[in-house]
């Protein structure tokens, strides 16, 4: 079992992100208050502390995870490489929608990132909510496979 050891928002494109101890999470709006949580398949997006450090060791630097502008990082659990599998956080539960390609942007804030975040979808994955609710650091995390 996995754990969630960050929590991030942002209220504009091209903003900050905001990080946090705890959030609501809902069908509705994806992490309360994230510019891009209105409903769809890029609704709430999550990386593993795991890809990221392959990525920061690839590119022989430490970088913050907030650069990769994602909402959740979660440890101690492989993220899923394919959609149809659901993330489960607290009972909160996320579909993987997509594998999340990194875009120019991570370039942007540090050159060679976008390539380090290619392999193994590194980038994270993108889920829409089946369930909402709330979520703080620490909580645990699991993934239920589509085949189950």
Request: hydrophobic residues 40%; aromatic residues 4%.
């Amino acid at each position: 079992m996995g754990r969630l050891v960050g929590l991030a928002r942002r209220d504009k494109k091209r903003a900050e992100m905001e990080i946090l101890d705890d959030a609501e999470i809902s069908e509705q709006t994806g992490v309360a208050n994230d510019f891009r949580g209105k409903p769809g398949k890029r609704q709430v997006t999550v990386i593993s502390a795991e890809a990221w450090a392959a990525a920061c060791e690839e590119l022989g630097q430490e970088i913050p995870w907030t650069t990769r502008r994602a909402n959740l990082l979660i440890e101690d659990i492989e993220l899923p490489q394919r959609t149809g599998d659901v993330i489960e956080i607290a009972g909160v539960r996320l579909l993987v929608t997509m594998k999340v390609d990194p875009c120019s942007r991570m370039d942007e804030q540090f050159q060679g990132l976008r390539s380090a975040l290619i392999p193994e979808w590194r980038g994270g994955v993108a889920c829409t909510v089946l369930k909402g609710g709330p979520v703080r650091l620490g909580d645990s995390v699991s993934v239920l496979s589509a085949d189950s």
